[in-house]
């Protein structure tokens, strides 16, 4: 018969404390809505045919046989890499894990974006995975600026209803003319609608995707209050699961003009099924919108005297 101790209570106690602090400190744990996974109607592409370094060329490491990469940051560099096309509207993807352990001031970013072709007025469109220090969790934030709009962020951000520094998740940006969506795990976190408000600072030229790490410490965790400790080092965000597909711009020619890189004559990303959101997305937009937005910069009075039009839009 088995002799109870107070001691093997006490050591039981404290370990389930423990799990209840831990689950608590993350907050509730959420199921998100079933939902058309976009992901599964693009073909994937292999890292070394479709990116070339952008920096950082010792710290980015092809894996899987070119189907994968390991971008690291340490003391010495962050690291990232860039398409070798520029695209005119399309889907795009990357599924990613993120480095573990205290990451404040590491900034992982999915984007797509033209500054070197168009410094003073360029477009982006970003997703932003923000570090954290201890018991807190990873933050994403998404931002758009189209025509060099810089002075005004378009920020919304957001806590992830799982933990990604474990397991690969898909990270998606659809571009067309018809509105800008942002996905998780193919649920749409949040849509810029193109219309008469946004228009002038909608993206509209061809853009290069990239995907980086970096040092950002002035300003990612908690405004800049905990920077990035070295001591953590090597960081370490791993990518696969690539998928690019667009209207691809012709490089021959400087007119808007450009060769689909899809067997369809039209554009892939233009036709009917991809001008506005399906119930199911829409149900998926208001439950992640709901349960995991914290900011959004259309709230922010604070911080816009007068809101930007798209913001007071009917």
């Known amino acids: 018969m088995a002799i109870f101790h107070p001691k093997h209570f006490l050591t039981s106690s404290i370990l389930v404390l423990g799990m209840i602090i831990e689950v608590y400190s993350r907050g509730p744990v959420y199921t998100p809505p079933d939902v058309e996974r976009l992901t599964d109607r693009f073909s994937r592409v292999s890292v070394d045919r479709s990116y070339n370094v952008f920096f950082g060329g010792s710290n980015v490491h092809v894996t899987g046989n070119g189907t994968s990469a390991d971008l690291s940051l340490d003391k010495s560099s962050g690291s990232g890499v ?3 096309n520029r695209y005119n509207y399309g889907f795009f993807n990357a599924a990613i894990k993120l480095p573990a352990g205290f ?4 900034v992982v970013a999915y984007y797509l974006s033209n500054a070197d072709s168009y410094p003073h007025n360029h ?4 997703i932003e995975l923000l570090g954290h220090e201890k018991r807190r969790d990873w933050v994403l934030q998404t931002n758009i600026y189209g025509n060099g709009s810089v002075s005004t962020g378009r920020e919304e951000k957001f806590y992830l209803w799982f933990d990604p520094t474990q397991n690969f998740h898909d990270y998606s940006i659809l571009w067309n003319n018809h509105h800008i969506v942002f996905l998780v795990d193919n649920v749409p976190i949040r849509e810029v609608i193109h219309n008469n408000a946004i228009s002038t600072v909608y993206p509209s030229k061809p853009m290069s995707v990239y995907a980086t790490i970096w040092d950002g410490s002035e300003w ?5 209050k905990y920077p990035v400790d070295y ?3 090597p960081f370490v965000a791993s990518m696969r699961g690539i998928e690019m ?6 490089p021959k020619g400087m007119a808007p003009s450009c060769s689909r890189s899809s067997l369809s004559s039209l554009d892939p990303v ?4 991809f001008a506005k959101l399906s119930s199911q997305q829409i149900t998926g937009l208001n439950w992640a919108r709901g349960k995991h937005m914290f900011y959004s910069y259309c709230q922010d009075k604070s911080r816009y005297k007068v809101l930007p039009a798209e913001c007071t839009a009917t």
Not at 123 to 126: F, L, S
């Open 82 to 84: 860039v398409s070798k």
């Open 103 to 106: 990451t404040s001031g590491v």
């Open 123 to 126: 477009d982006e469109i970003d």
């Open 220 to 224: 990612a965790t908690h405004g800049g």
């Open 231 to 233: 001591k953590f080092a």
């Open 245 to 250: 597909e667009g209207c691809v711009l012709n």
């Open 270 to 273: 233009d036709g009917e099924e």
